[in-house]
C-alpha cells in the first residue's frame, strides 16, 4: 500500500527550529517529486515547497513566506523527506503535510496524515 | 504569482442536487488545475487534475470542466459523502496557488 507517515511536528518557541520528516512506503519514492503544504487553524491550504528527484538534480522550490527560512531535502535511501524549518514564526503554525506527485501526471496524489507544528511563547 | 479565486466560499445543498463551484485564475495557467476534498481533520484528497481527468476510485459524479482563467467543479446529484470543503490548485507555475476553498455542506 502506497503511504506517507509524516512527523515531527510540536512546539516550539517563536525564533526556533524544527524538522518534520516524512517516511514513504509502497512507491519507488526516488522516482517522485515530493512537496510540503501546509494549513493554518481553520484556514485553507498553502501550498510550502517541493523537491524533485536526483534525475533532476534534486532541486527546491519554495513559497515566499519560507523562502530562506524552510529548507527541504530527501534521503532516497531512506526513503525519506525533511522539512527543516528554522526562525520560526507564529504564523508558521499549522498542520504540515506532505504528498507526492503522480509520476505520470504531477499532480498531489498521496498525502501524509499531516503534523501538527505550534508556535508559540 | 497566480491568484485563485473560489465561488462561493460556502454552500448549502440536498442530496441529489446538481452542484458547481469556480475557480478564477489571475491570468492563464493553461491546463495546469487540480481539485482536491477535504474532510474535517482529514488531509486532502485528488479528485480531479489536468482540469478534467477523474483521478483513479473518484465516483463518476464529480466532473471538471474550463480552460484559460475560469475552470469549473461540478457534482452532478450531491450525495451525503460529498460534505466537506473543496480546493483547486494551479501548478501552471511557481509558487504552486490554492484557491480559497468551497465548504459544501448538505441540508
Known amino acids: 500500500e502506497v503511504q506517507l507517515a509524516d512527523s515531527g511536528g510540536g512546539l516550539v518557541q517563536p525564533g526556533g527550529s524544527l524538522r518534520l520528516s516524512c517516511a514513504a512506503s509502497g512507491f519507488t519514492f526516488s522516482d517522485y517529486y515530493m512537496d510540503w503544504v501546509r494549513q493554518a487553524p481553520g484556514k485553507g491550504l498553502e501550498w510550502v515547497g517541493r523537491?524533485?528527484?536526483?534525475?533532476?538534480?534534486?532541486?527546491?522550490e519554495y513559497a515566499a513566506s519560507v523562502k530562506g527560512r524552510f529548507t527541504i531535502s530527501r534521503d532516497d535511501s531512506e526513503n525519506s523527506l525533511f522539512l527543516q524549518m528554522n526562525s520560526l514564526k507564529t504564523e508558521d503554525t499549522a498542520v504540515y503535510y506532505c504528498a507526492s506527485r503522480g509520476v505520470g501526471h504531477g499532480y498531489l496524489d498521496v498525502w501524509g496524515r499531516g503534523t501538527t507544528v505550534t508556535v508559540s511563547s | 504569482d497566480i491568484q485563485l479565486t473560489q465561488s462561493p466560499s460556502f454552500l448549502s445543498a440536498s442530496v441529489g442536487d446538481r452542484v458547481t463551484i469556480t475557480c478564477r485564475a489571475s491570468?492563464?495557467?493553461?491546463?495546469?488545475l487540480a481539485w482536491y476534498q477535504q474532510k474535517p481533520g482529514k488531509a486532502p484528497n485528488l479528485l480531479i487534475y489536468?482540469?478534467?481527468t477523474l483521478q483513479s476510485g473518484v465516483p463518476s459524479r464529480f466532473s471538471g470542466s474550463g480552460s484559460g482563467t475560469e475552470f469549473t467543479l461540478t457534482i452532478s446529484s450531491l450525495q451525503p459523502e460529498d460534505f466537506g470543503s473543496y480546493y483547486c490548485?494551479?501548478?501552471?507555475?511557481?509558487?504552486?496557488?490554492f484557491g480559497g476553498g468551497t465548504k459544501v455542506e448538505i441540508k
Open positions: 489536468a482540469v478534467s
Open positions: 490548485q494551479q501548478l501552471n507555475s511557481y509558487p504552486l496557488t
Open positions: 491570468q492563464g495557467i493553461g491546463s495546469y
Open positions: 523537491i524533485s528527484n536526483k534525475a533532476n538534480s534534486y532541486t527546491t
